[in-house]
């Protein structure tokens, strides 16, 4: 039992980012738009974050200064490629599995080429000190989490604007002729993806590790997808499979207070959040809970 | 100068990606009248009504209400100026309440939330008002269709529409719903509203119309006082030309049972059943037709009998063999043709040619197949410049067309034409004529009467009763998932039909 | 000249050009934005096209069999992708069939029967029916389950990962990066191009790639597999109506998928290396190749030309380095070139825009 509590922090550590991502993709495709670039806007978030902050440090910025700014042009980078895939999807009826695919390439190509410019490697310079955790042993980004999934909530049922948010993932048609602007609508819902994505990856960066390499995000954005569907594209099911899939991955790094598990290759463990993840999806896929109007390009008039 | 019309819209043009939606059309509308914009599919009217609702902006033209000119940017705009529209397709969010869907757009709201009580009072207060009865608390894919329109209504009337254009909306309510949605909109006109009515159906013009403008082909015809005209002239104006309405179906005997449906249930994706305790047979030689409102099984029936839904309970012969266990191609290998109700989405592959599109259905049988697999496209292209030829199928490249460039009525033809030439023992028809100009209608109909001549049994579902009343030999009435009655056709009304596909359990002879 | 214009964007081939050039510009553009000589870029590219080396005037021919050699498996994994692509599915797995093809095409290396010729055949076959095999995993997933196989894909690639990783740690002589020599019996090199491309790495396994290469045009175009799958990738609905097994095709086509990229991985751990590799992490050709499909539009001449342009960056990527440009230059040109890809859609906007304007002036608008 007290193995369990002490598992706590490390697991929320490893679920804040997760959730975040999740969240984020999950207001986008409850607008409309399916965004599988997570992934990608995650890991510019994290070299972004990682690269401002390791900079900043190094000129004598104030520790948690450093850390708020850094998490901050996380965030904004993360929102500014997001724009790329808004306007690919939303303006130009591109196929969005495509475009989205094309932000996941670009971004390996990106986050090693500013690292190769910045600090002539191919990842960014370790810091020297990261987030730190609080009494609790709980990072801050614990509370971001609850507190970005506590807003989502709000903002799509308790205010007009989430009604029609969700209204143009649903019928489009509907929500024009009521006078919504569906576009606009999409593309703050699909900004809201890329910041809360590129936050995410400066969380991910700055809490568990020391520096951004190719290997960081490894597969956090397409987990966080999974988690929207799995939890249905509500906020409090979606906080509840990323806590799913975040535990499994903590498995791996809690398997070495286990003296019975630690006979088991590390491989086992590493593997553990992506079969989870895919008996999740087996036993509990339900494409009926997926906002109707998802993945269509929009166009005015038709019906 | 105060003007008499409510609604003026003068020289009114609109282009889209290869077609002149409306070439310089006037419409002028009196206050208090329901006015019928009467065309056929294609002519227009939807068009130009979209352009008043503010959904499409015109190339060139005015519009005028109440004398004062207006620029109706987009639907918020008309409906701040009083406008309103209820769309032939309903506008209305699935999971959403009756409520929700009423205010969306419009939320009242209590300190910056949403104030969903609120909403709740007014939407009943004005249902009240107009006597248009519905659940607040209702979701959308709850409800029945007659009650969705009413929500679409109650949209408008929520929004303090003066002008309210309804948009073909007979199209998907029975006999006994549109009586009560006649005696709407006449209580809507009492109550000061102006009513635009698009349709293309005449009966109901000359039931509740004040007066009616024609139009054709994106052009506009003329306007008459309903009073004035006959059904068959409205016809005319609206086809250009005289139209004869009955078709000749010859005189024949049916003979043996080649379709047998026996106890069928069949449920929907969901769960839900959707076909109940269903038995019917179909002769050789006959046109066996279902009439009911859309939803109430046939489709699920449909999808049971070719194959695409799986049958819970009951069993399907086909010349007295069992089918219900069958894949779909071993039904169709066995006899079973279908022209499907979604041609776009069922019956054609659109980015494929007309020639590919006809051989769907047998492109691996030994008419096509060779060695190692390899097909015989040569042979396929002939096939099809064949059939080309026999059913007058108009196309840019012949054979090698894609069929998604192919008009509706082609389309349609090309599928027509497949099926046919596969001589199907049974042949189902679901609403072959849908979306289609008049010469293809009839086109259509003729064809399906001379394969009744080549004794096949054909079971036909359409939502147009006058359709049902002219091609078939015998109805059954579908309501709710169950065969009600099966008639005669010269035994039956359609009153009759009317009253059983609302439910009511009117005599009935086999 | 109005009228060639649009058919060069009509027509798929002139719009994957366009996307390309375009690509290539931008990345000019950024190489030229971060201070670095762009030309350097372009001299490195055709060196590696050609052995030509433009500041010296020295040629290698090296460099030619290294950019055939690195196009085989871009093509593969291209082939890969689009297969599925044509049927309606989107296969982003085609890392983890190349990983799971690679690990069974070393293990049968390792532990198979040394008999000549018939030892590296059966390690290629495995690799082939092990990609296969996860392919159709992929493929029930989403036939029966529903699963997207966006996610399945990723997850899959992954868990390819790190089963390579436990299956190779057991095979003799492993170490933390590798395992020991294969036996000569397995390997697929190839002493004529060895001896005429200068040592480079050129093997058996591109004659591989053309056997698949037409294999893939053949079951597409001309055979009644073909037409079926085409069908359902067009319209699912409407092939399913006609009768045609939807499922089954979808289930072959993701094997079929599964293979291509399961083969390259077999090619790439028989030809490019003399031992066993314990992966620590992708090799990205799976993941290119979507790249790839999408810029050859899913067919196979198209996947041939763009794999070996996607060759080609590759063979140039040490050399931009050494010229001060970040290898990483030619991701980026990548990830741009399947952006603007995506936006052939917008192309179709263009066209209706230019037809409804034709149509205004026909009709005397203003």
């Known amino acids: 039992m007290s193995t369990i509590i002490n598992m706590l922090p490390s697991v929320l550590m490893i679920v804040a980012p997760i959730l975040i991502t999740a969240i984020g993709g999950m207001i986008c495709e409850k607008s409309g738009v399916v965004n599988i670039a997570l992934e990608g806007l995650m890991a510019i978030g994290a070299c972004t974050a990682a690269s401002a902050h390791v900079l900043m440090e190094a000129s004598g910025v104030n520790h948690s200064l450093s850390l708020i700014l850094a998490l901050l042009m996380g965030f904004v980078v993360g929102g500014l490629f997001s724009l790329v895939h808004a306007a690919a999807a939303i303006n130009l009826n591109a196929d969005q599995t495509i475009s989205g695919t094309g932000i996941n390439l670009l971004s390996v190509g990106v986050t090693i080429f500013a690292s190769q410019i910045l600090f002539n490697a191919d990842r960014t310079r370790e810091f020297r000190m990261g987030m730190q955790t609080d009494a609790l042993g709980v990072y801050p980004t614990a509370y971001i989490a609850i507190a970005v999934v506590v807003i989502s909530w709000f903002i799509l049922y308790k205010i007009p604007f989430g009604m029609h948010l969700r209204a143009c993932g649903e019928h489009p048609g509907a929500a024009e002729s009521v006078g919504i602007n569906v576009k606009k609508m999409r593309y703050f819902a699909v900004v809201a993806s890329g910041v809360l994505a590129g936050l995410a990856g400066g969380c991910v960066v700055l809490t568990q590790t020391i520096q951004y390499t190719s290997n960081t995000i490894n597969g956090r954005g397409f987990i966080a997808l999974a988690a929207v569907s799995f939890g249905r594209w509500r906020p409090l099911g979606v906080a509840g499979a990323a806590l799913l899939f975040g535990t499994a991955q903590a498995f791996s790094i809690i398997a070495n207070n286990i003296p019975a598990l630690r006979v088991l290759p590390t491989e086992i463990f590493n593997i553990l959040p992506y079969v989870v993840t895919l008996v999740a999806l087996v036993l509990f896929s339900g494409k009926n809970y997926a906002p109707s109007a998802a993945g269509k390009p929009y166009e005015k008039g038709a019906s | 100068m105060v003007s008499e019309y409510a609604i003026e819209m003068k020289n009114i043009t609109k282009t889209f990606p290869g077609v002149i939606a409306n070439d310089k059309v006037t419409l002028q509308v009196r206050r208090q009248e329901i006015h019928a914009l009467l065309g056929e599919n294609g002519a227009g009217k939807s068009t ?177 006082d309903v009073k004035d005209v006959t059904e068959n002239d409205l016809a005319e104006m609206m086809v250009g030309r005289a139209v004869k309405f009955e078709i000749e179906k010859p005189q024949q005997k049916a003979g043996a049972v080649m379709l047998s449906l026996k106890h069928l249930e069949v449920k929907d994706s969901s769960g839900l059943v959707r076909v109940k305790d269903l038995s019917l047979d179909v002769h050789e030689g006959e046109i066996v037709g279902i009439a009911g409102v859309d939803g109430n099984g046939q489709s699920e029936l449909l999808g049971a009998i070719t194959g695409l839904l799986a049958l819970s309970h009951g069993s399907i012969m086909l010349e007295g063999k069992p089918i219900e266990h069958l894949s779909i191609r071993e039904r169709i290998e066995l006899g079973l043709g279908n022209i499907p109700e979604d041609r776009k989405k069922y019956g054609l592959v659109g980015e494929f040619s007309i020639s590919e599109n006809a051989a769907l259905k047998n492109y691996y049988t030994d008419a096509y197949r060779k060695k190692f697999g390899i097909l015989d496209f040569g042979k396929m292209q002939k096939d099809a410049g064949m059939l080309i030829e026999q059913f007058d199928i108009r196309s840019a490249e012949g054979a090698k067309t894609t069929a998604g460039s192919l008009s509706g009525g082609n389309q349609q033809k090309v599928i027509v034409a497949r099926e046919i030439s596969l001589s199907p023992k049974v042949l189902i028809v679901a609403q072959p004529t849908r979306g289609l100009d008049v010469g293809a209608i009839e086109y259509i109909r003729k064809r399906i009467i001379e394969e009744r001549s080549k004794q096949r049994a054909i079971l036909l579902v359409s939502f147009e009763l006058d359709e049902i009343m002219n091609l078939c030999d015998r109805i059954a009435t579908i309501s709710k998932g169950s065969i009600v009655a099966v008639n005669k056709q010269n035994e039956v009304t359609e009153r009759e039909i009317g009253m059983m596909m609302a439910g009511s359990k009117a005599e009935g002879k086999v | 000249m109005k009228l060639s214009r649009q058919k060069l964007l009509q027509s798929d081939g002139g719009v994957s050009v366009l996307v390309v050039l375009l690509g290539f510009l931008v990345g000019t553009i950024l190489v030229a934005l971060v201070g670095k000589n762009p030309l350097n870029m372009y001299k490195a590219l055709l060196q590696a096209l050609t052995g030509y080396n433009i500041d010296n005037g020295r040629m290698n021919v090296r460099y030619i069999g290294e950019t055939l050699n690195y196009s085989v498996p871009f093509i593969l994994c291209g082939l890969s992708m689009g297969f599925a692509k044509r049927v309606g599915l989107f296969n982003i797995g085609g890392e983890g069939q190349y990983i799971m093809g690679m690990t069974i095409a070393q293990m049968v290396a390792l532990l198979g029967p040394q008999v000549q010729t018939l030892h590296w055949l059966l390690a290629i076959l495995s690799a082939i029916v092990v990609g296969a095999l996860w392919g159709v995993l992929v493929g029930v997933l989403k036939a029966k389950y529903e699963v997207s196989e966006v996610v399945s894909t990723i997850m899959l690639n992954y868990i390819a990962l790190y089963l390579s990783r436990i299956i190779s740690l057991r095979m003799p002589g492993a170490t933390t990066f590798r395992t020991a020599n294969y036996p000569e019996t397995a390997m697929i090199g190839n002493e004529f191009f060895t001896r005429i491309t200068n040592f480079s790495l050129l093997n058996n396994g591109i004659f591989m790639m053309i056997l698949a290469v037409f294999t893939y045009w053949f079951i597409m175009e001309k055979t009644s597999l073909g037409y079926g799958m085409r069908a359902t990738g067009f319209n699912k609905e409407a092939a399913r109506a006609s009768g045609i097994p939807v499922v089954k095709s979808i289930s072959i086509s993701m094997a079929i998928s599964g293979a291509f990229a399961g083969l390259a991985g077999g090619i790439i751990a028989l030809g490019s290396f003399r031992h066993g590799r314990i992966l620590s992490g992708m090799d990205n050709y799976g993941f290119d190749g979507i790249a790839v499909a999408l810029v050859g539009n899913c067919t196979a001449l198209g996947t041939t030309l763009a794999g070996l342009l996607f060759g080609l960056l590759k063979n140039a990527q040490p050399l931009m380095q050494s010229k001060q440009i970040p290898k990483e230059i030619t991701f980026i040109i990548q990830g741009l070139i399947v952006i603007f890809i995506a936006l052939r859609s917008a192309l179709k906007l263009y066209q209706q825009y230019k037809e409804k304007k034709a149509l205004q002036k026909e009709v005397g608008v203003r």
């Open chain 2, 48 to 224: 130009l009504m979209s352009i008043l609702f503010g959904s499409y902006s015109a190339d060139s033209g005015a519009i005028f209400l109440e004398g004062k000119e207006v620029e109706i940017k987009n639907p918020n705009v008309a409906t701040a100026l009083g406008i309103g529209m209820v769309h032939q397709h309903f506008k209305l969010v699935q999971n959403y309440t009756v409520t929700e869907n009423i205010v969306l757009g419009m939320e009242p709201t209590k300190k910056r939330l949403l104030d969903l009580q609120s909403a709740r009072k007014r939407v009943a207060q004005i249902s009240k008002q107009y006597n248009l009865s519905v659940d607040p608390d209702a979701l959308i894919e709850d409800i029945t269709v007659g009650q969705q329109q009413r929500v679409e209504i109650l949209k408008t009337l929520y929004r303090n529409a003066n002008i309210i254009i309804f948009d073909e909306p007979t199209a998907v309510l029975t006999p006994q719903e549109i009586d009560e949605l006649m005696i709407i909109l006449k209580k809507l006109r009492s109550e000061g509203k102006t009513i635009v009515l698009i349709t293309h159906k005449l009966k109901e013009i000359k039931e509740v119309s004040d007066r009616c403008t024609v139009l054709r082909r994106g052009a506009y015809i003329g306007t008459v």
